[in-house]
């Protein structure tokens, strides 16, 4: 903008200097020639009447100087010529001042010759006797005149020039500073040109109308990432291209990744084939939905397009964590497989016999053993969908609370008696020892734990040994302690004996009734009273089982 003021300004300068002297030029000459004229034609007059007076020698005598004097008879013919000879001269009747002397008493003409390349004056005057006297002089114009000048005055226009050129840069730089020094941020209207105030109003409307709008996006922001990161599911906002808008933290953790830079890929969190093809078909305008597995965790994927009027403007990512989920659903189609097992194998058994008995090829003889093994395969059902139920209603957390007031002791006391006819059957010992301990809880949950314990401490037990119950209470605990000297678990079997149809010895396990899943309801009941169950135990020499449950009331 400085350039072009100040281009502007000297051009102008120049321009008007120029002018002034073109046109002052101009006038001068004007001037100067019509002065030249009249100066001529009063000589012309002075000279004529000289003539007139004195004829021909007026003429002779007199000297005129830079003047040309010619006199022409009326015929045209030339008599005096004060520059050539006579003699040698052309008839001038016809040179225009000549003509118009003849004609009207005097007359005047300009003339440029091109052979000597100047202009001259012509003046004629017609005398008493009908001859002319003209008058010329070479006309030298007012520019010719100013070329002995020319050196000071280009002196004078180049000075001209330069002032212009100072003022220019002074004038321009003066006139900028003003728009310099607006602070576009906040535009000042009191400090700068009038001119400008209507845009300095919008601009400054439009600053305020601009930090609002980034003050409400930096708050959305803010409550957005504030929303976001609170999530423990990954969220990821990409634009169409896969450039990162937005991604919580959840999103970098779930993936394993670092969290990513501003508008990065998408895929720099991950770049497995899967988790592409996934962002690459809700890219495409498709939902897609993938399971991500790795290192033990698995990552739910569900990669949405968003859609515009021009087509796909972005995708959202949603990560969750379904590790937990995934092994549940492995642990329901394990259990589902290991229940419709268990119950196969007895109902294949049930149905072979009622087979041969319905056709009578069972002996009388054998009908009883056969209708015992009926017998037992199906209490074998019953314990085992007992059992299901049980575990089903601990899973499903579905068991009602029902909670009183139980002494442990007491009913350790009634399983003992319970299982006393099977102990009697391999002659052990049962004792119970401790104290009448109360706790306050689901009393069925509490019977099924004690007697899975007891049932084990008895069914894995050896001829002659011993099961040992105690009740005791520690610190804001109640403990049941279920010892036997039973053939114990091998150490590497030891953790996995709370899993639902684990079992060390299978087949012995069956033979002796066990449906794999006593442990588990007891594992399940445990932690529904908010407690903790462990089991150690010396191969060949027995077991020894600990249940601790709080005494303090639970918050559930
Ligand atoms: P089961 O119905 O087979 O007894 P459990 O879940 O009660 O199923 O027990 C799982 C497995 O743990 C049993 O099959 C058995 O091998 C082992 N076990 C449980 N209690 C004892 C114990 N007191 N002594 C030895 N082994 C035991």
Redesign the pocket.
Known sequence: MTRKIFLSITLISVAAVAMTIALITGLLSRSYRTHAKGQLRDEGIIIASGVEMNGGKFLDSTDFGDLRVTWISSGGRVIFDTDKDPTAMDSHSQREEVKEAFSSGEGSAVRYSDTIRTTSLNYAKKLSDGSVIRVSTDHFSFINGLASVLQPLMMILAAAALLGLLAAITVSKRIVKPINSIDLDRPDISGSYRELSPLLTKLSAQNKRAGRQVEELRRSREQFSLITESMSEGLIIAGSKGNILACNSGASRLLGAEPPADGASIFTLNSSEPFRRCIQDAMGGKRSELILSTEGCDRQIIASPSSGVTGVTGIVVFIIDVTERQQLETLRREFTSNVSHELKTPLTTIYGISDMLANGIVRQEDIERFGGEIRSEAQRMI?LIN?IVSLSKLDEDSVPRQDEEVDLYDLAQQVLSRLRSNADGKQLTLSLTGEHVKFFGNKTVLDEIIM??C???V???VSGGAVEVKISHIPTKARIT?S?T????PPG?LDR??????????S???K???????????KHGVSYLGGAVR?E?VPGK??V?TVELPTLPRKK
């Open positions: 314990s059992d899975n314990l049932d084990n401490a069914k894995y037990n279920v036997d039973g053939t114990g678990i079997d004996i709370f899993e639902r149809f684990y079992r060390v010895d299978k012995r396990s069956r002796i009734g066990g449906t794999g899943l006593g442990l588990s309801i007891v089991a135990s027995g077991s089982f």
